[in-house]
């Protein structure tokens, strides 16, 4: 197993490597860069975005004047009419003067020992906004992917236990459409009817908690904090325990049919001794073993609206302001992070499967 974990160890560079390769080359194509940016918040034609440029720092020491007007051929959109020294004092600003395989590799090689250097339109080194965001998606993920498994693998037992049964078929069709409800849309569900939108008002809107939470004693601290976790975890779980509550069925319909569990029976064991002493082991494995692609999924896939939409600031509403004003630091960082992790839990999971069951062994799989 040792040797299989170093494989995959070594394998993180060059799958992490291509992944920031290709979003790299994306991006260069994708118009509306940095440059752009600032050379619309200069002339006053920038549409109101979620960057948080405030024209000081760097940016104030370029002295537009509105009234230079040169006739010169720019390959940025909004640009002409500026002086070609302005031009390139932005790019210099934000380094896109360098060729692009240049500023690649060198993004590459601070990353390695996690130098991420600082955003464009926030001033503050991406590492301390990411460190900052952080604990309102760690909480989101945490808390949505225990409660998902709680709920799903009791659920989906006594689905397999009582498997095409009225409450089988009636569990799975409000199942079934709570999936097909994207959790986006149920937020704002729960909005109108319980956080002030149209009906009731018992659930705070905004924040992960309370304007006076320093405040407040230690219990009713974990109090306010939940209070306030209830809406966006009811979103997220709603759509989230369908397909592990069907995996926790059919993982245990499937065992229930192997032989051995005929011969469990067969030697006078009870059907809760069966079920849980023999059948739960091997069902549970691949249920229990994803559990960190688990986290990862419902970390980063599904967490970015419910942040948006409950103003949650954490990673998934950092991410997308950095996409709108094409901050490429934290859009690179966050990226390099996300896959970084993602990967590492692939490795982390694969060890659970080896713990889980014994008889899985990746060292005889490789050489086969």
Do not use: C
Request: no cysteine; proline share 4%.
């Amino acid at each position: 197993m040792t040797a299989y974990i170093f494989r995959r160890l070594l394998l993180v560079i060059p799958t992490l490597f291509g992944i920031m390769l290709i979003n790299f080359a994306v991006i260069q194509i994708v118009p509306g860069g940095p440059v752009e940016q600032m050379i619309a918040q200069m002339t006053g034609t920038a549409v109101e975005s979620t960057a948080r440029f405030s024209g000081e720092g760097e940016g104030e020491n370029l002295n537009f004047d509105s009234s230079d007007k040169s006739n010169f051929d720019s390959k940025y959109r909004g640009a002409q009419g500026l002086d070609p020294d302005i031009i390139k004092e932005i790019e210099e600003m934000y380094g896109m003067n360098r060729p692009a395989h240049i500023r690649f590799f060198s993004m590459m090689k601070d990353y390695l020992t996690f130098n991420f250097g600082e955003s464009f339109f926030r001033d503050q080194k991406v590492i301390n906004l990411v460190l900052d965001k952080m604990p309102v998606s760690i909480s989101l993920g945490i808390w949505t992917t225990l409660l998902v498994y709680l709920i799903s693998i009791p659920l989906g037992i006594r689905k397999a236990i009582h498997d095409g049964s009225r409450f089988d078929i009636t569990s799975s069709s409000i199942i079934t459409i709570g999936y097909a409800i994207p959790n986006f849309l149920f937020a704002v569900i729960l909005i109108v009817f319980f956080a002030g939108g149209r009906y009731y008002d018992f659930f705070p809107l905004r924040g992960l908690v309370s304007d006076n939470f320093d405040e407040l004693n230690f219990f009713l601290k974990i109090k306010d904090y939940f209070w306030h976790l209830t809406l966006p975890l009811l979103a997220m779980i709603v759509s989230g325990f369908a397909g592990l509550t069907f995996l926790t069925k059919n993982s245990f319909l499937d065992q229930i049919n192997q032989q051995y569990v005929m011969t469990a029976r067969a030697k006078g064991l009870t059907e809760k001794k069966v079920l849980y002493g023999h059948v739960f082991r091997n069902a549970m494995l691949i249920v229990i073993a994803g559990f960190p692609s688990a986290f990862i999924g419902i970390l980063f896939s599904s967490s970015l609206f419910i942040e948006v939409i409950f103003s949650l600031d954490g990673l998934g509403l950092l991410g997308f302001e950095a996409a709108l004003s094409r901050d490429y630091p934290v859009i690179f960082a966050t990226l390099y992070f996300f896959s970084l992790l993602g990967l590492v839990m692939g490795i982390i999971g694969d060890i659970m499967y080896s713990i889980i069951d014994p008889r899985i062994d990746f060292e005889s799989r490789d050489v086969q």
